[in-house]
C-alpha cells in the first residue's frame, strides 16, 4: 500500500530517457503514440548522397537509440511493454528538467541543432539567460554566434546548438553538476 507521500510521487509525471533497439525509434514512438504515452524523438533533417550519386533528405534521430517520455513511476510497466524497449535510463537524478526538452524542442523548431559526437575542452562559461539560464559549460571558439554542445548526462549523448555569444559569460571554478551540462564548440 503506497503512503500519501508515494502516491504524490507516482503521480508526478517527469521526463525520463528511454534506451531502444538501434533504429527503431520511430517504430517506438508510434508505439508510445497508440500507448497514450508521452513521447518526445527530437529529429533533425540532414541531406545525405547515396552511392549512385542522388540526394536525399532524411530525417534523423538527434539522440540515437533514446527516446524522451513524460511519465509518473506508475506508469513505467506501459513503456517496459512496448516492444524495442530495451531500458529506462537509471544514472544518478535520471529525470530530465522539463526546460531542458523544452530547449532541445525550440533550437530544433528553429533548425539550430545537430548531432555532436565528443565535447571538447577550453574556457569555462555560464549561460546568463533562457531556459537553460545557469548551466554551465565550455566555450571553444567564438564568433557571432557560439555553438553550444549540450550534453545530457544521463545518456551520455551530446548535441550542437547555437546561442549568442552575449548569452554567456565567464563561470567561475568548479562546474555545478547537474543532468545536463553545456560545451561550446565550433
Not at 510521487?9 to 497514450?36: L, N, Q, S
Not at 550534453?151 to 549568442?164: D, P
Amino acid at each position: 500500500m503506497l503512503t500519501p507521500v508515494m502516491r504524490e510521487i507516482c503521480g508526478t509525471p517527469e521526463w525520463f530517457a528511454v534506451y531502444v533497439m538501434a533504429r527503431h525509434e520511430k517504430r517506438v514512438a508510434r508505439h508510445f503514440e497508440v500507448r497514450d504515452i508521452e513521447y518526445f524523438l527530437p529529429l533533425y533533417t540532414t541531406q545525405r548522397r547515396w552511392k549512385n550519386g542522388s540526394k536525399v533528405t532524411l530525417q534523423l534521430p538527434l539522440f540515437p537509440s533514446y527516446i524522451f517520455v513524460r511519465i509518473s513511476w506508475d506508469v513505467r510497466k506501459k513503456v517496459f511493454e512496448t516492444p524495442s524497449v530495451l531500458s529506462i535510463v537509471a544514472r544518478g537524478n535520471s529525470s530530465i528538467p522539463d526546460s531542458y526538452i523544452e530547449f532541445i524542442r525550440d533550437q530544433l523548431h528553429l533548425q539550430k541543432v545537430e548531432p555532436y559526437s565528443c565535447p571538447p575542452v577550453g574556457n569555462r562559461v555560464r549561460i546568463k539567460e533562457g531556459a537553460l539560464a545557469g548551466v554551465e559549460g565550455i566555450l571553444v571558439r567564438r564568433k557571432n554566434e557560439a555553438r553550444i554542445v549540450l550534453t545530457v548526462e544521463a545518456i551520455m549523448r551530446s548535441v550542437a546548438v547555437e546561442v549568442n555569444l552575449d548569452e554567456v559569460e565567464m563561470a567561475p571554478f568548479p562546474v555545478t553538476s547537474s543532468s545536463v551540462s553545456l560545451r561550446a564548440a565550433s
